[in-house]
T-cell receptor, first 115, second 116 residues
Framework: GAVVSQHPSWVICKSGTSVKIECRSL??????MFWYRQFPKQSLMLMAT?????????EQGVEKDKFLINHASLTLSTLTVTSAHPEDSSFYIC???????????FGQGTRLTVV | AQKITQTQPGMFVQEKEAVTLDCTYD???????LFWYKQPSSGEMIFLIY??????QNATEGRYSLNFQKARKSANLVISASQLGDSAMYFC?????????????FGRGTSLIVHP
C-alpha cells in the first residue's frame, strides 16, 4: 500500500488558537484529498474534498472559513482549524486518492484536543 | 444518494472461530467499489479488502473474504480463524463517482471483540 504521513499525531491547543495538520503522500501523487473527522465511537464523516490546485468542496454543515484546506501539490495537503473551540476536539484523518484506486489510503490521524 | 448500513454495533467471537460482519449498501450507480477497513484503538485505518461492482468472484485476502451478493446489495466481511488481534472497529465503505471524484461513504462501524 501507499505511504501516507500525517502529522502531528496529536495536539492540544488553547481555545481561540489555530492548528495546522499536514498530510503527505510519500510515494504517489494524490490528485484528490479527502479530509475526515471522527468523533469517539462514531464513523468517519467526510468534511471536504480537494483536488490539487483547486478550491476544496465542503460537505454540508462544515464551515469553510473555519476549516481551511490547502492542496497546493500532488503530495501535500493541509487542514487548518482556525479559532479552535472545544467542540472542534476530534480525530482528523486525511485520505489521499487517485482516480480509480482500488484502495483508499489514510494518514495515521490527528487527535485534536482544544482546552 | 449513496448509503452504507452496518446493523451490528458490536459482535463477539471466540478465538479461532469465524465471524461475519454485515454490510448492505444502496446506490443507483452501476459502477462502485466496496471496501472494508479495520480501525484498532490507535485510530489508524487499515485496508482489508476491496470488491468492485463488476468483479465476478468474491474478493479474498488471507483470512478475510468478502461475501458479495450484488442482487441483495450486501457485502459482508468474513473473518476466518479469529485472532485476539482482530479486536477492533470494522468499517464498510462504498465509493461511487460524484462529479469528477470518487467519493467514499462509510458505515457506522461494527465493534468486534475476540475473546480467548
Amino acid at each position: 500500500g501507499a505511504v501516507v504521513s500525517q502529522h502531528p499525531s496529536w495536539v492540544i491547543c488553547k481555545s481561540g488558537t489555530s492548528v495546522k495538520i499536514e498530510c503527505r503522500s510519500l510515494d504517489f501523487q494524490a490528485t484528490t484529498m479527502f479530509w475526515y473527522r471522527q468523533f469517539p465511537k462514531q464513523s468517519l464523516m467526510l468534511m471536504a474534498t480537494s483536488n490539487e490546485g483547486s478550491k476544496a468542496t465542503y460537505e454540508q454543515g462544515v464551515e469553510k472559513d473555519k476549516f481551511l484546506i490547502n492542496h497546493a501539490s500532488l503530495t501535500l495537503s493541509t487542514l487548518t482549524v482556525t479559532s479552535a473551540h472545544p467542540e472542534d476536539s476530534s480525530f482528523y484523518i486525511c485520505s489521499p486518492s487517485r482516480v480509480m484506486n482500488t484502495e483508499a489510503f489514510f494518514g495515521q490521524g490527528t487527535r485534536l484536543t482544544v482546552v | 444518494a449513496q448509503k452504507i448500513t452496518q446493523t451490528q454495533p458490536g459482535m463477539f467471537v471466540q478465538e479461532k472461530e469465524a465471524v461475519t460482519l454485515d454490510c448492505t449498501y444502496d446506490t443507483s450507480d452501476p459502477s462502485y467499489g466496496l471496501f472494508w477497513y479495520k480501525q484498532p484503538s490507535s485510530g489508524e485505518m487499515i485496508f482489508l479488502i476491496y470488491q468492485g461492482s463488476y468483479d465476478q468472484q468474491n474478493a479474498t485476502e488471507g483470512r478475510y473474504s468478502l461475501n458479495f451478493q450484488k442482487a441483495r446489495k450486501s457485502a459482508n466481511l468474513v473473518i476466518s480463524a479469529s485472532q485476539l488481534g482482530d479486536s477492533a472497529m470494522y468499517f464498510c465503505a462504498m465509493r461511487v463517482r460524484q462529479g469528477g471524484s470518487y467519493i467514499p461513504t462509510f458505515g457506522r462501524g461494527t465493534s468486534l471483540i475476540v475473546h480467548p
